[in-house]
């Protein structure tokens, strides 16, 4: 288990990423947001992290955390990531900020 990994390693990222991603999908987006975020801690080219960050953040409406996030993500690893982000569902509500849009096109230049 992710809880174990942790006990065992403290500052292993991965667990403490995976375990938000399953709290993710648990919609328990504010304890998902908080695993991910130590997880970028210890590890700040943590991509994945962020990106999930960014999808929690989309789902309660929180506009300006989805593009800091977002943009942290594209820093690290824009070309995987550009395109993820363009036909994420999770976004949908965030196609037409211009910030958003700005960012892919960004992204994609």
């Not at 991965?14 to 399953?22: E, N």
């Not at 080219?45 to 953040?57: L, M, N, P, Q, S």
């Not at 990531?81 to 700005?102: C, G, S, V």
Request: charged letters at 25%; one cysteine or more.
């Amino acid at each position: 288990s992710y809880e174990k990994a942790m006990e065992i390693d403290p500052e292993f990222f991965w667990s403490w990423g995976m375990r938000g991603m399953v709290l993710e999908k648990l919609g328990r987006y504010q304890e998902a947001i908080a695993s991910l975020t130590r997880a970028t801690e210890i590890c700040p080219y943590y991509e994945d992290g962020f990106y999930h960050k960014a999808r929690c953040y989309a789902i309660q409406g929180k506009t300006t955390a989805v593009i800091e996030n977002l943009q942290k993500t594209f820093e690290i690893n824009p070309h995987s990531y550009r395109h993820k982000a363009a036909t994420d569902p999770t976004f949908e509500l965030m196609r037409d900020n211009k910030h958003f849009q700005a960012l892919i096109q960004k992204a994609d230049g």
